[in-house]
């Protein structure tokens, strides 16, 4: 069964930092990944995906992602945060070869940015 | 951009009784999911839906739970008797046809049983 593992249910930045934010993957076949950011009292958003074309995924706001096999890795980075980035996210993965492709979530990173 | 709506956006309803989620999916899409999320928790499948017919289902959708297109817009989630473990928000997705499309969530609905 597909699963996916977020470290850090909580991470804290200043603004203007780094963020990274954490997502690994376990999968018996090549997986579909995709980051999810949910800001306070609305639906899930998507922010980027990967589908097995480059391995390096840009995607909105800023954030971008790497997806390495080699260590079942997928991890959410942007250069510099700001304020409006304080939100959840959550990578999903998902089968590639079923038609339906349910995501199956991680339990999610609470991103807080302080000024 | 289309959007995923999700009516109502809370719902306060007694234990016992049925209750009713409604979505109306992207227009286009032809495929159709819920998920929920206990307060606190990961987001979990409950099922997904396609050509009239559901897809797949997870260990949370029993037979309290169904799903229905009731005409060739809304897509909807009944509980038949609720309980008080199915206290949570209830997301609807839809995705378009074809292997590298994502899924587009709408806002939810918070469901709070009594």
């Known amino acids: 069964a597909q699963s996916v593992t977020q470290l850090g249910s909580h991470v804290s930045v200043s603004e203007g930092a780094l963020v990274l934010l954490r997502c690994n993957y376990s999968s018996s076949v090549p997986p579909y990944l995709f980051w999810y950011v949910q800001y306070p009292n609305q639906g899930l958003q998507l922010l980027l995906k990967y589908t097995s074309a480059a391995t390096l995924v840009k995607g909105i706001n800023g954030f971008e992602a790497e997806f390495k096999k080699s260590e079942t890795s997928f991890h959410l980075t942007k250069p510099s945060a700001h304020m409006s980035d304080a939100a959840e996210y959550f990578c999903?993965?998902?089968?590639?070869?079923?038609?339906?492709?349910?995501?199956?979530f991680g339990t999610g990173t609470r991103l807080l940015v302080s000024p | 951009e289309p959007e995923v709506t999700q009516t109502p956006s809370h719902q306060v309803t007694q234990m016992g009784q049925e209750v009713i989620l409604r979505c109306v999916p992207i227009?286009?899409?032809?495929?159709f999911y819920w998920y929920r999320q206990i307060l606190g928790q990961k987001v979990e499948f409950l099922v997904s839906f396609y050509n009239n017919e559901i897809s797949e289902k997870s260990e949370i959708f029993d037979d309290q739970f169904s799903v229905e297109r009731p005409d060739g817009s809304n897509f909807t989630l009944k509980i038949r008797s609720t309980k008080l473990e199915d206290s949570a928000m209830y997301f609807c997705?839809?995705?378009?046809?074809?292997?590298?499309?994502?899924?587009?969530f709408g806002d939810g609905t918070r469901l709070s049983i009594l």
């Open positions: 227009s286009n899409h032809l495929y």
């Open positions: 997705a839809s995705r378009d046809t074809g292997l590298y499309q994502p899924q587009h």
């Open positions: 999903a993965v998902s089968d590639r070869f079923t038609g339906f492709q349910k995501l199956v």
